[in-house]
């Protein structure tokens, strides 16, 4: 039998030689430090398992790689906040938009704002004019009366004149004196319905508005009542009016001290007194006075508790 056949059956023959290691004398190991190790070449040797692959380390330092899908859909998500957005910008300024048209739509078709809304504006300015030129009056009258009660032997007499004119102010505010003055006469003439205690208030408040200093009501039974702060308007019977208690029959009149033209302004406004009187199927008539008298006293208010410091 051949070695080859022994060989292949497996009988234990010695293989043929084959390429191998060049052994050292007497059979001792290469002595190459790059010599494979001899049971390496065994063929009874067991198979190593191949060295563990080391994964990779991310280093601190270095930048991870861009990832492309991952900014694609960055930018998808922020073109849809930019739509979200755009879309609420939209709806704001439809909204305003549709507020703009019906607030233009109903100033439009206000009937208040009509063709005299110039003239109105016009009075409105010449009464707030007018309040201005009169406050300024009274500043420089009160800064010349500090001057005349600081200038030494002028001083005392300066003084009392000073309090003898507050004096006939205050009395002619709380009604205890009469005055005179340039003025107007208010005349409230009934229509189909008899002028309501209201109606004569709102007119008594404007014209304090409009810097009246003195006032009076007076009936057609020629009873007259002198209106202050305090005085009070009710609905009598029959279209009467009750004022501080006193009962008064129509038509009103008012006498009222104070300068004309804006007093006559401030019951002219639209919407305003002769505004309200007209509507009810009244009439209201305004006439100027050159010297305008309130003659009608209030009885000064008893004090019970309060006493004059000297």
């Known amino acids: 039998m ?173 009604g205890t004196l009469p005055a005179r003055g340039p003025g107007l006469s208010v005349r409230f003439e009934a229509g189909e319905k008899p002028i309501s205690a209201s109606r004569v208030l709102d007119a008594v408040q404007e014209l304090r508005g409009a810097g009246a200093e003195a006032m009076q009501v007076s009936g057609g039974d020629r009873a007259t009542v002198r209106i202050i702060a305090s005085t009070y308007f009710l609905d009598g019977e029959n279209g009467s009016l009750v004022v501080d208690g006193r009962r008064l029959t129509g038509p009103f009149t008012i006498t009222v001290i104070g300068d004309p033209a804006t007093m006559r302004t401030a019951l002219n406004i639209p919407g305003g007194v002769v505004a309200s009187v007209t509507g009810d199927g009244g009439k209201l008539i305004v006439e100027d006075r050159e010297v305008a008298e309130v003659s009608a006293l209030h009885a000064p208010i008893k004090l019970e508790h309060a006493r004059p410091v000297s």
């Open 2 to 174: 051949s070695s080859d056949e022994h060989t292949e059956t497996g009988t234990g023959w010695p293989q043929p030689a084959g390429p191998g290691r060049p052994a050292g004398p007497a059979g001792e190991p290469d002595p190459r430090p790059d010599a494979p190790d001899p049971d390496e070449l065994s063929p009874l040797a067991p198979e190593r398992s191949a060295p563990p692959v080391e994964s990779p380390v991310e280093r601190p330092d270095e930048e991870p790689a861009a990832d492309p899908a991952g900014a694609a859909a960055g930018a998808g998500v922020s073109r849809r906040r930019l739509s979200s957005a755009g879309v609420m910008i939209a709806v704001l300024l439809a909204l305003l938009g549709f507020t703009l048209v019906v607030q233009f739509k109903s100033t439009s078709m206000d009937p208040t704002v009509g063709a005299t809304r110039q003239e109105d504006l016009v009075r409105i300015l010449y009464d707030l004019n007018s309040r201005e030129v009169r406050l300024r009056q009274d500043i420089a009258a009160l800064e010349e009366s500090q001057r005349q009660l600081r200038s030494g032997e002028q001083g005392r007499q300066a003084a009392l004149d000073e309090a003898t004119r507050r004096a006939d102010e205050l009395g002619i505010l709380a």
